[in-house]
């Protein structure tokens, strides 16, 4: 069985840098790519960056040139560097993969899709 558990979040000022880890226990299916999303309140879930089957990464635009996302060798673990941290990046953030035949809370972004998050980390900037 997957498991999905991120850390890292917690509240920085503007201007700061903060980084993300999501330890992923279980066997990832090797069409899946990894994501990270992040959902403020009041706000639907936002995918910000993926690493596709080939190694691609892609990101939002609201985040391009500022967030970094990797994996380690093993896709263990997911990263992801945040720089330049603004008030707007205020939300929970969530690491995501795709479970063939899981029918629930799908979502298509970044050219990949994905239907299975963890828990979620908190990250506040304030000013």
């Known amino acids: 069985q997957v498991q999905l558990v991120e850390s890292g979040g917690g509240s920085v000022q503007s201007g700061a840098s903060l980084g993300l880890s999501c330890a992923i226990t279980?066997?990832?299916?090797?069409?899946?790519?990894m994501a990270w999303f992040r959902q403020a309140p009041g706000k639907g879930r936002e995918g910000v960056a993926t690493?596709?089957?080939?190694?691609?990464?892609r990101y939002s635009d609201s985040v391009k040139g500022r967030f970094a996302i990797s994996q380690d060798n093993a896709k263990k673990t997911l990263y992801l560097q945040m720089n330049s941290l603004n008030i707007e990046d205020t939300a929970m953030y969530f690491c995501?993969?795709?479970?063939?035949?899981?029918?629930?809370?799908?979502?298509?972004?970044?050219?990949?899709?994905?239907?299975?998050y963890g828990q979620g980390t908190q990250v506040t900037v304030s000013s």
């Open positions: 995501a993969v795709y479970i063939p035949g899981l029918d629930e809370d799908w979502h298509y972004t970044l050219n990949c899709q994905f239907n299975y």
């Open positions: 279980g066997s990832i299916d090797s069409r899946s790519c």
């Open positions: 690493i596709d089957t080939d190694g691609t990464k």
